[in-house]
């Protein structure tokens, strides 16, 4: 094996270990300019909207972490089906979306059931915002956008990195505001 091979290797490695316990920078940084306190993301098994054992875990973990800190006012939750966000020329399947809006209704339902937070929003990352979304500056609007600004939500393979550390696809950003 040549030296660049095992150079290319052991950095596609460390990426791949990075990425399983680590929020991208970008995905930090458009969180703090949506005034989130807290962030973390957790992966879905590809086509499935069912909660992993281990992703519950991570979420409890991550819940009972900002209560200890405080009270939780609000967590926002951005969704993905297993594409990253459409690009402004394209139009999510019918599929991506019931996707994504399923895993939405389970991380909403957990939080609720499971980890008592009551204020929960989730917002489906595989529709863009409408114009009057736009128009009116939504919640929903405001979040899609400042992510994709910032580069949270990748639209194209250029975006989400040589070894798809900034992916998005088949995961969830939650976003934990306190009081």
């Known amino acids: ?10 950095a596609f490695v ?13 995905t930090e940084a458009s969180s703090k300019a949506l005034g989130a306190n807290m962030t973390e993301e957790i992966s879905f098994d590809e086509g499935k909207a069912t ?20 009270k939780i006012h609000e967590m926002k939750i951005a969704v993905w089906a297993d594409r990253e966000y459409p690009s402004k020329d394209t139009k999510a399947s ?11 209704k389970a991380l909403k339902e957990y939080m609720k059931k499971e980890l008592a ?4 929003n989730t917002y489906n990352m595989t529709k ?7 128009f009116l500056q939504t919640q929903t609007a405001t979040t899609k956008e400042t992510m994709e600004k910032m580069g949270a939500a990748p639209s194209t393979s250029k975006d ?16 934990i505001y306190m009081e």
């Open 160 to 175: 989400t990195g040589m070894f798809k550390q900034r992916a998005q696809s088949s995961k969830a950003v939650m976003m």
């Open 128 to 134: 863009r915002p409408n114009e009057m979304q736009k």
């Open 51 to 70: 909660l992993t054992d281990s992703a519950k875990k991570e979420i409890s973990q991550f819940v009972k972490t900002a209560k200890d800190k405080g």
């Open 1 to 10: 094996m040549t030296i660049s091979t095992k150079l290319l290797t052991t």
């Open 94 to 104: 019918p599929a991506d979306v019931k996707l994504a809006d399923e895993r939405a």
């Open 14 to 26: 460390l990426t791949c270990a990075f990425q399983a316990h680590a929020v991208s920078s970008e």
């Open 117 to 120: 937070v009551s204020n929960v």
